[in-house]
Nanobody, 117 residues
Framework: QVQFVESGGALVQPGGSLRLSCAAS????????MGWYRQAPGKQRELVAT??????????SFADSVKGRFTISRDDAKNTVYLQMNSLRPEDTAVYYC????????WGRGTQVTVSS
């Protein structure tokens, strides 16, 4: 059974940093591009970061709203994907999820990130 388990979310002050982790089970992330998504209250889920397969150079791309502040990385040996978030802003407050990119229909519970003073 495929599962994505996100962790690392927290309450952080504006300007702070967090590192999110996504551990996959029942699925080998090596074979897929992976993405981090987020959903803020009252808004649709959006894709914020993508990383291609290592075999394709681990190419990364980001939503304009997070470009220059977030980085995505992968450790295929650990079947894990990371999202490093720096210079956090209140508008980054959301539940963060990982999934394949394009996304599958299987979603984890996400991890809550709250940016507030």
């Amino acid at each position: 059974q495929v599962q994505f388990v996100e962790s690392g979310g927290a309450l952080v002050q504006p300007g702070g940093s967090l590192r999110l982790s996504c551990a996959a089970s029942g699925y080998i992330v090596t074979f897929s591009a992976m993405g981090w998504y987020r959903q803020a209250p009252g808004k649709q889920r959006e894709l914020v970061a993508t990383i291609s397969q290592k075999s394709r150079g681990s190419y990364t791309s980001f939503a304009d709203s997070v470009k220059g502040r977030f980085t995505i990385s992968r450790d295929d040996a650990k079947n894990t994907v990371y999202l490093q978030m720096n210079s956090l802003r209140p508008e980054d407050t959301a539940v963060y999820y990982c999934n394949t990119q394009p996304s599958s229909t299987i979603w984890g519970r996400g991890t809550q990130v709250t940016v507030s003073s």
